[in-house]
């Protein structure tokens, strides 16, 4: 007898003696440990911690006329705001203006909220201005659904 939550076809241990070897939508125990299917922009547990999935996240740093300029790439989630976090803050440091070139930030998770936060009061308490600038739409749609948009000048 099949048990009630395999498909048709499955053919595991449960269903039929021998190596296990499963049809796409089969619901068994041993199907279900495997992960799902994930999209590029995941950001579950499984995708963050896995190797593969290393957070894609670098900046870098000019000094301009305008102020200081750090560029930054990639997605800005939990594991690159861990990772990169106080190197991003640090970077602002010098010079009475800071721009954050986000053309090439693809993703924001609330943990680089953070970071924009702690960058924006760190910029206020020493007299210094933050500025973003070139945000994708994405990263836009975050920054005004989460209502952070009120709290810095974007260009």
Excluded: W
Excluded at 97 to 125: C, F, H, N, P, W
Excluded at 127 to 142: A, G, H, I, T, Y
Aim: proline share 7%; glycine share 6%; net charge negative.
């Amino acid at each position: 007898p099949r048990p009630a939550d395999h498909v048709d076809d499955c053919s595991c241990s449960e269903c039929e003696p021998g190596p296990a070897v499963h049809a796409a939508g089969c619901d068994c125990p041993d199907c279900k440990t495997e992960p799902a299917p994930h999209a590029d922009s995941c950001d579950c547990v499984e995708c963050q911690t896995s190797p593969e999935a290393a957070p894609s996240f670098s900046f870098t740093r000019e000094a301009k006329d305008e102020g200081i300029v750090l560029s930054l790439v990639g997605r800005l989630d939990a594991s690159a705001a861990a990772e990169k976090g106080d190197d991003l803050i640090a970077a602002m440091e010098e010079g009475p203006t800071v721009i954050l070139d986000m053309e090439e930030l693809t993703y924001i998770a609330s943990a680089g909220l953070r970071i924009l936060l702690i960058m924006q009061k760190s910029a206020a308490a020493s007299s210094k201005n933050l500025r973003l600038e070139r945000l994708q739409p994405m990263v836009r749609d975050v920054l005004e659904m989460s209502g952070m948009d009120r709290l810095f000048e974007i260009a």
